[in-house]
């Protein structure tokens, strides 16, 4: 079964500094995608960022990047020059080539201070 | 373009009263998600369809049931409403079940069991 970990209940950042949210995860199946999600305080849930198991670069999304390690199960969100805006849960999620659904970690709080 | 839709935003339920959550999509997306999600937790999946007449049991199930007899429809029904199932319901698409494929939100539906 497929298994996500964020570590990091909460986060502080200094507004224009950079930061990493960690996820890892657990799979056997070699084909399968991690995906971000930023929920801000309105609740809704905004796509950020996808990384496939077989990409050989780390994907990029402007600010956000995601720092793929693949032997070690980590997908780490990278956010450069925090804004005020960036404040919200972000989630880590997985979705294996052999399910058909998608699950998601516990996510981290982030807090940009100004 | 409406994405998907969920109805209603907000519902207050007494114990042992039964209700259904509505979600439609326009984007003719197979794939349709019913997560719930806890108050400062991750989301769970609670079942996923992967097309007409398909329905298949996600983390947490009990106490739920879902049916998908078209494709832009994915209804969630609770029977019995307990105190455990007051939670935040989000409702979700894609296109495909492959790793690629982000998840499209609805706002989510607010339910309180009293």
């Known amino acids: ?114 | 373009n409406a994405g998907v839709t969920q109805t209603p935003k907000f519902r207050i339920l007494k114990i042992g009263q039964s209700m259904t959550l509505q979600c439609t999509q326009d984007m003719n997306h197979n794939y349709m998600y019913w997560y719930r999600q806890d108050p400062g937790m991750g989301l769970k999946l609670i079942y996923y369809s992967v097309g007409a007449g398909i329905t298949d049991k996600g983390e947490v199930p009990n106490g739920y049931n879902v049916s998908r007899s078209t494709t832009e429809d994915f209804p969630l029904r609770l029977e019995l409403a307990a105190p455990s199932q007051t939670s935040v319901y989000f409702c979700a698409s894609s296109r495909q079940g492959q790793i690629t494929g982000e998840l499209f939100f609805g706002e989510g539906s607010r339910l309180t069991v009293l």
């Open chain 1, 1 to 114: 079964a497929q298994k996500i970990t964020q570590t990091q209940p909460g986060m502080f950042v200094q507004e224009k500094e950079a930061v990493t949210l960690d996820c890892t995860y657990d799979t056997s199946d070699p084909s399968y995608g991690l995906f971000w999600y930023k929920q801000p305080s309105s609740g809704e849930m905004i796509f950020l960022i996808y990384q496939g198991s077989y990409d050989q670069q780390n994907a990029t999304e402007g600010r956000y990047s995601l720092n793929f390690q693949k032997a070690r199960k980590s997908a780490n969100l990278v956010i450069s020059a925090s804004q005020l805006g960036d404040s919200a849960m972000y989630f880590c999620a997985m979705r294996e080539n052999n399910n058909n659904d998608m699950r998601f970690g516990a996510g981290t709080r982030l807090t940009v201070k100004p």
